[in-house]
């Protein structure tokens, strides 16, 4: 299992950007697919997107396509979630996952489906 680290969550007004990263360690992390996902106060964590190993192919909540790109880096050992047209709706903590079993072009939305956990990045979109 890899080892996985949020950065780039912070406070944002309505309307604009972030840009979230993944670092993972581990040799075999361009073999995982992986997801993001956010839990906001009071509420169960929810599925935003996911990513294959390859990003052959992804998978959006309806509640951010088109506003969300999820994407990787496989030589940076990176997936990042660049975030635009923040609503206030969005402000979460957001965690990164990793699916160590490989499975070619599919992406699970569901979050049993991920064997590795980042420690979550607060975001705040504030009105």
């Known amino acids: 299992q890899a080892q996985l680290e949020e950065s780039g969550g912070g406070l944002v007004q309505a309307g604009g950007s972030l840009r979230l990263s993944c670092a993972a360690s581990g040799r075999t992390f361009s073999t995982y697919a992986m997801g993001w996902f956010r839990q906001a106060p009071g509420k169960e964590r929810n599925f935003v997107a996911a990513?294959?190993?390859?990003?052959?192919?992804?998978a959006y909540a309806d509640s951010v396509k088109g506003r969300f790109t999820i994407s990787r880096d496989n030589a940076k050992n990176t997936v990042y979630l660049q975030m635009n047209s923040l609503k206030p709706e969005d402000t979460a903590v957001y965690y990164c996952?990793?699916?160590?079993?490989?499975?070619?072009?599919?992406?699970?939305?569901?979050?049993?489906?991920?064997?590795?956990w980042g420690q979550g990045t607060q975001v705040t979109v504030s009105s």
């Open positions: 990513i294959n190993w390859n990003g052959g192919n992804t």
């Open positions: 996952a990793g699916d160590s079993r490989f499975r070619g072009l599919i992406v699970s939305r569901n979050d049993q489906s991920y064997d590795s």
